[in-house]
């Protein structure tokens, strides 16, 4: 049985937001190795 036009659509917005919040993550982990250095730098 295919899946109705309505239940692609929520698929396809489920994997937009976990898209956006893996790239939330992603930003996350950058800023915190900035501030990781930063704090190297400062203690060095």
């Known amino acids: 049985m295919l ?11 489920a994997a937009e937001r976990h898209r956006t919040e893996a790239a939330r ?13 930063d704090d190297e730098g400062a203690a060095g």
């Open 3 to 13: 899946a109705d036009n309505g239940d692609a659509e929520r698929h396809q917005d």
């Open 25 to 37: 993550h992603e930003d996350a982990a950058a800023f915190d190795e900035i501030a990781a250095a």
